[in-house]
């Protein structure tokens, strides 16, 4: 992702890092940020792990192609 990226690009991009620092976390750790703010199993958890996962899609299609 190089060059001007649009707003909604910038999103995906914070929400793939924010999905990676957790996945870190847990891996070193055994901390689940995203679990001990939204709660374990909740609606808002579940969302906001796939918005990560869409994130990380877009972030694949980005290498290829800008917005």
Same mark, same amino acid.
């Given at each position: 992702? *190089? #060059? =001007? =990226? /649009? ?5 995906? /991009?914070?929400? *793939? +890092? +924010? #999905? ?5 976390? +847990? ?8 679990? =001990?703010?939204? #709660?374990?199993? *909740?609606?808002? *958890? ?5 918005? +990560? ?9 980005? /290498?290829?192609?800008? /917005?």
């Amino acid at each position: 992702m *190089t #060059g =001007q =990226q /649009c707003f909604v690009c910038k999103i995906f /991009c914070l929400l *793939t +890092v +924010v #999905g990676a620092l957790n996945w870190g976390l +847990v891996g070193l750790l055994d901390l689940n940020v995203v679990e =001990q703010v939204l #709660g374990v199993g *909740t609606a808002a *958890t579940k969302a906001v792990y796939i918005l +990560v996962g869409v994130s990380g899609l877009a972030v694949i299609a980005s /290498c290829f192609k800008l /917005c």
